[in-house]
């Protein structure tokens, strides 16, 4: 009996891990893309039918391919991981960071409005960028868009809109924050809505593949 029950608790055990594996970065040990989507449906369906905030920021390391072709992809992991610490040493219990990408994180924050959110993503950003990084890198910096249920409908909404703001900031100097306005998305040029057209189709033909 005690033997049935070691294995009975061994297999629960290796149960566990395997769905903390599957949700869960290696490399970061953030949450993954598809536990990132998953919550995020949740928490979106959870505000509406309660009529609460949701808080959408998806935040991206700026030239992080200079780092890899200069100081080779090693590196640009711990990078990474450190990146990754910094940016959930700034969340709140009950918000989730999530690596959505290859130098790219998004962090759901129930309860808080599009204001609320941009703060803590100048924090996370600040944090990112106040502190040299290890492995001779330096200092790196990030950029960061945000956007709210407000103007939304739904998930995928919001994270289109959030991913908005993000490319303006990029497109606008870099290591700052924006979040999502109208007039945000307007000043975009033709061009530029082009290119993040080719990035969008980009990232979702790699995450088909993966």
């Known amino acids: 009996f005690a033997e049935l029950v070691g294995l009975t608790v061994a297999n629960a055990d290796a149960r566990a891990r395997l769905a903390s594996q599957a949700a869960t970065d290696p490399l970061t ?23 609460g905030e949701l808080a959408l920021v998806v935040l991206d390391l700026d030239r992080f391919k200079d780092v890899n072709d200069a100081f080779g992809h090693q590196v640009g992991d711990e990078v ?13 219990f009950g918000e989730l960071v999530a690596r959505v990408g290859g130098e790219e994180f998004a962090w759901i924050l129930p309860g808080s409005d599009g204001t609320n959110a941009w703060r803590a993503a100048e924090r996370a950003r600040r944090a ?13 910096t990030a950029s960061a868009g945000v956007a709210d249920l407000t103007q939304a409908r739904d998930a995928g909404e919001v994270l289109r809109l959030a991913d908005g703001a993000l490319y303006w900031a990029k497109s606008h100097g870099s290591d700052n924050t924006a979040i999502y306005t109208p007039e945000v998305v307007a000043e975009l040029s033709d061009a530029e809505r082009a290119e993040r057209l080719n ?11 993966a």
């Open 128 to 140: 990112i960028a106040e502190k040299e990084f290890p492995g001779g890198v330096g200092f790196v």
């Open 29 to 51: 040990g953030l949450a993954n893309h598809r536990n990132f989507h998953e919550r995020l449906d949740d928490e979106v369906t959870r505000a509406a039918a309660e009529r």
């Open 80 to 92: 990474l991981a450190e990146a990754a610490r910094r940016l959930a040493g700034e969340a709140r």
């Open 199 to 209: 990035r969008t189709q980009a990232k979702t033909a790699l995450r088909a593949l």
